[in-house]
């Protein structure tokens, strides 16, 4: 069964940088034909998991609008590691991150969480004024 392991999350000031990192193992098709994606999930009535970015087994890469200046997602394979860079991060981003992986391709779009595999079980960002 695949698994998930989230590190990287933590507390920090507005305007402080964060990378998040997911190591990966045991998907049941073999990591290159996943897309990985990071979601978060802010609180408060209503907050489902939103998508924020991902990359495509072709190494396509995708963004939430609202993020797309200010992350990176990165792979590698070789160490089953998922990334993810975040700058300037605001009050607004402070969320539970989570980890997942879907099989096959997205088309160049975030997948929608009833796409996903798999999912790990979550690294806290926090950021504070």
């Known amino acids: 069964q695949g698994q998930l392991v989230e590190s990287g999350g933590g507390s920090v000031q507005d305007g402080g940088s964060l990378r998040l990192s997911c190591v990966f193992s045991?998907?049941?098709?073999?990591?290159?034909?996943?897309?990985m994606a990071w979601f978060r999930q802010r609180q408060g009535l209503g907050k489902g998991r939103e998508g924020v970015?991902?990359?495509?087994?072709?190494?396509?890469?995708s963004y939430a609008p609202s993020m797309k200046a200010r992350v990176i997602i990165s792979k590698d394979n070789d160490k089953s590691t998922l990334y993810l860079q975040m700058n300037d991060l605001k009050l607004e981003d402070t969320a539970m991150y989570y980890c997942?992986?879907?099989?096959?391709?997205?088309?160049?779009?975030?997948?929608?969480?009833?796409?996903?595999?798999?999912w790990g079980q979550g690294t806290q960002v926090t950021v504070s004024s």
């Open positions: 997942a992986a879907k099989y096959g391709g997205s088309w160049g779009t975030l997948p929608s969480t009833g796409e996903i595999d798999y």
């Open positions: 045991e998907l049941t098709y073999g990591a290159r034909h996943y897309t």
């Open positions: 970015a991902a990359i495509e087994p072709d190494g396509s890469l």
